[in-house]
């Protein structure tokens, strides 16, 4: 049992395996584990966007599926659509279609995001009707689980799980007291400049 004071941390480190936005040696990097058809996600979706733009160069961003397929019955076949982009190197922009199309994932819409997008279709269509990227869902499923995550969003920062809110202004508040404390100073000077 942990102590109130201290908080979960992320188990999986971050690897060449994940999908991340940004710089490898970014001082700061936030990790989400997220589900597709979750709307907390969805309303998380442009507020990760403002802070990235914020930013920039100082933040790694890093996306984990954790679909909970038990309340929201398309959140598993949308992961494995996002990792069956991602084996064509389009992950992040059927990420984005995903979460801004959120409300409607069904099979045909999966695929017509997919020819949005320039994918193949047809191999997407065979990927997923076989499960090729269930494991990978799975194994980033397991791992939040393992991390303390039990809902999604959830958020990372530099591998501690930021359990308080998300809105542009505390996420960034959050994101910057990561920073070393060298690098705040700079940051402070920039902002009055």
Known sequence: MRNSDERATLVVAVSERDHAQGRSDAPITLVEYGDYECPHCGRAYPIVQEVQRRLGDQLRFVFRNFPLSEMHRHAELAAEAAEAAAHQDRFWPMHD?????????????????????????????????????RGRVR??????????????????????????PWDVDSLMEALLASLPLALQHENKHARRS
């Not at 409607?104 to 997919?114: I, K, R, W």
Request: charged content about 25%; hydrophobic content about 35%; glycine content about 14%.
């Open 97 to 133: 279609t995903l979460f801004e199309h959120q409300r409607e994932l069904t099979d045909t819409a999966l695929v017509g995001y997919a020819e949005f997008i320039g994918l193949d279709t047809q191999r997407m269509e065979r990927e997923l009707a076989s499960g090729a990227h």
């Open 139 to 164: 194994e980033d499923f397991v791992g939040g689980a393992r991390s303390g995550v039990n809902g999604t969003p959830t958020f990372f920062i530099n591998g501690i799980r930021h359990d308080g």
